[in-house]
């Protein structure tokens, strides 16, 4: 955490289904030092709208500390476009798809 106040951090987000429709949102910290698991949550019983993944999205990154925050990382899913969309007009936070950094790798 010392080195997010000196470099600031990225945050990831990724979520996933299991075979039995069991939704989770994993979030991950990056920075210079390492990267680590940050929390994961049980959407199970959630709509994954875009309202509610810019409400997850804006939570975690109140948590951490929006100062720290450089980025925000998320997967490819529809529902991730219009929080992307509203943090970048809302926050000072710089957004990246994950779709496209795996496009340009």
């Known amino acids: 955490m010392a080195t997010w106040k000196q470099y600031e951090c ?4 990724d979520g996933w289904t299991d075979r039995k429709s069991n939704s989770l949102i994993n979030f991950l910290v ?3 030092e390492r990267t680590f ?3 994961s949550i049980d959407a199970s019983e959630s ?9 997850q ?5 109140a948590e951490i500390g929006e100062e720290h925050v450089l980025q ?10 219009m929080p992307v969309q509203d943090l970048w ?15 340009l790798t």
């Open 10 to 13: 990225t945050v990831m987000s």
């Open 30 to 32: 990056n920075s210079p």
């Open 37 to 39: 698991f940050y929390k």
């Open 47 to 55: 709509i994954k709208t875009g309202a509610f993944l810019w409400e």
């Open 57 to 61: 999205l804006d939570k975690v990154v």
């Open 72 to 81: 925000v990382i998320t997967d490819n899913h529809a529902s991730y476009v």
């Open 89 to 103: 007009s809302q926050e000072n936070v710089f957004i990246g798809l994950l779709a496209l950094l795996i496009a």
